[in-house]
C-alpha cells in the first residue's frame, strides 16, 4: 500500500465504521469456527497496523505477519503480539510453528502468488485448523481507489473457492458480504473510474451518530455469514478447515 494509508489505518481503525464491522464480523467467525482444546494461537498474514491482533489478545496467543515496517512499528504501539516482517509466501515458510486459525484479512489482492500464499498459510495449520480469507470482490469494479491501495486483482466468487480448493482445507462458507451498502459503492466505484477521478486518502470521518449506524448495519451481517450465503456484497469472505486425517485399518 501507498505509506500514507498506514497512518491513515492507524489514525482510524479502531471507530471508523467499515474496520470496525469488519473486525466484528471476523471475530464471530473466530469465535464459531475455532474450538481448539488448548489456548488457541492466531496468526494474522498481513497484520497491518495490528488492530484485528489487538482485538484477539484475548482470546489467545497472537502472531502478525507483515512486509511493512511501517506497519509493524505502529502494530508495536497497540499489541504485544509477537511481529514478523517478511514478505509472502517465503516468510511463512519459516515461522517454525503451527496455528489454530490463520487469518489473511484483504492480503491476497495484494500478492502476486495468490495461491501460493493461501497454500503455505494453509500448511501451518493444525488439524482442524480454520483458515478466513476475505478479499475485495468482482473484477469490473476495479477502479483508481483500488491502484492506489496496491490491488493487483479483485476476485468472482468462484476463484475464491478454487483458491480454497487448491490448498487442500475443507470449504466452509464463501460467501459476499458487505451488501447493504453495496448499490452505493457500486456507484462511486463507476463514477471515479469514468470520472477520472485521482484517488487518495478516502477514510474521511463521519459524524458519529452517522458512523454507528453504518458500522451496526455492516455488522449485522456476522448474524447470516455461514448461515446463508448473501447474494452479493462489495467483499468476499471465506472459512476453510484442514480436517484430521482418519487411518484406514486392514481388514
Known sequence: MEKAL???????????????????IVLSLVDRYVKPAHTPRFLDVGCGTGSMLQALE???????????????ALAATRTGAELVRGEVPGVLYGLGRNFDCVLMLDLLEHVEDDAGTAGAAAGLLE????MIITVPAHPWLYAPR????????RYRKGEVRRLVAGTGLAEEFTSYYNALFFPVAVAQR?????GGKEPGPDIKPLPRSLNGIMEESFAAERFLLGRMPLPWGLSLVAVARKRPHRCMHAR
Open 146 to 153: 483500488d491502484a492506489y491501495h496496491h490491488h493487483l486483482r
Open 6 to 24: 498506514y497512518g491513515e489505518m492507524y489514525e482510524r481503525e479502531g471507530d471508523y465504521w467499515w474496520f470496525a464491522a469488519r473486525r466484528r
Open 127 to 130: 488439524e482442524d485448523g480454520v
Open 190 to 194: 463507476l463514477w471515479s473510474r469514468l
Open 58 to 72: 484475548g482470546r489467545g496467543e497472537a502472531v502478525g505477519v507483515d512486509a511493512s515496517e511501517e506497519a509493524l
